[in-house]
């Protein structure tokens, strides 16, 4: 059984640059001269952290990490103008060019595996490999399934809780709630989203944290980049990822799902995989969506491991 890599600190951290009002947090560690490796946050809106790192050997890769538009260090902290799928697309880009990088390995998840696939699509001959975990897809039935009918019979008392939070206990009125002028709902609806996305993620082992007791201005502003990619549907066609993995066919991918996964169900890594029918698909019995518990660890890093083999040949 595979475990974490030892913690390491970056050797240089910068902000990137983006011909708008964000500036990108990115940090490099490892080694300069390994095989390059970007890891893709989820969310929209999570942020890196340290721990991130240890995915990879630091002998063996050149570990990049950063923090998507209005989220983590990245500043101004959420920004929702000039803030959409495409400018991500473009600042990876920009971060790729800055630091001369030829091709890099994608290592994503949720979100950020969304993410992935359609940089790849776009920018298909800077891609070395892709590391997929937890697929989202990013399509309308996807939504569904965690907002209306899906995660909610899963969990019919959060969920209900979840409604009870909005005006006229209607899932409909997420949106204006949260945008609304009045303070005590935004603030309302936001405690409440907050339960319901983190026990959905993490299942049995949720425990409601206690900041939740204080709803900061920070917490409102996180959960409404969130809910603003979702309602402007991730500024992406309908299916758009799945339809356009043919130029993706020779790119090394191993995908990664946890049939437990409430976030993002089997049903999407299933039909990846068939999209990808060169891919290494792997289902892990025991796990769920995030990027823990020892049989998740094992797969991802066993992935890592794997890959920088490939690619070092």
Not at 141 to 159: C, K, M
Request: proline share 4%; hydrophobic share 40%; glycine share 8%.
């Amino acid at each position: 059984m595979k475990s974490f890599y030892p913690e390491i600190e970056p050797f240089n951290t910068f902000f990137l640059e983006t011909q708008s009002q964000h500036t990108v947090y990115v940090e490099q560690s490892g080694n300069p001269d390994g095989i390059p490796v970007v890891f893709l946050h989820g969310g929209p809106c999570s942020g890196t952290r340290p721990g991130q790192r240890c995915f990879f050997d630091p002998e063996h890769y050149h570990i990049i990490l950063f923090d998507q538009r209005g989220c983590g260090l990245s500043l101004p902290f959420g920004e929702l103008e000039n803030n959409t799928t495409q400018d991500l697309i473009e600042d990876m880009e920009r971060i790729r060019v800055q630091l001369n990088i030829k091709q890099w390995l994608l290592f994503s998840g949720s979100w950020g595996s969304a993410l992935a696939l359609l940089y790849a699509q776009q920018f298909t001959d800077t891609v070395a490999g892709m590391i997929i975990r937890g697929v989202f897809l990013a399509r309308q039935q996807d939504l569904d399934w965690f907002v209306r009918e899906g995660a909610s019979r899963i969990y019919p008392v959060q969920y209900q809780s979840l409604l009870d939070s909005l005006p006229e206990k209607n899932i409909d009125a997420l949106y204006t709630a949260l945008w609304g002028e009045d303070e005590v709902t935004v603030r309302r609806v936001t405690r409440a989203w907050i339960q319901w996305s983190s026990q959905v993620a993490v299942g049995k082992a949720y425990r409601e944290m206690k900041e939740l007791e204080h709803i900061s201005q920070k917490m409102v502003d996180q959960v409404r980049m969130e809910l603003n990619f979702a309602r402007h549907h991730y500024f992406i066609a309908e299916d758009q990822v799945l339809q356009n993995c043919a130029c993706l066919q020779e790119i090394p991918t191993i995908i990664i799902h946890g049939r437990y996964d409430f976030v993002c169900p089997m049903a999407a890594g299933f039909s990846l995989s068939k999209a990808l029918p060169n891919a290494e698909y792997k289902v892990l019995e025991h796990a769920g969506h995030i990027a823990h518990g020892d049989e998740m660890i094992d797969a991802l890093i066993g992935a890592s491991d794997e890959m920088a083999g490939r690619l070092a040949r």
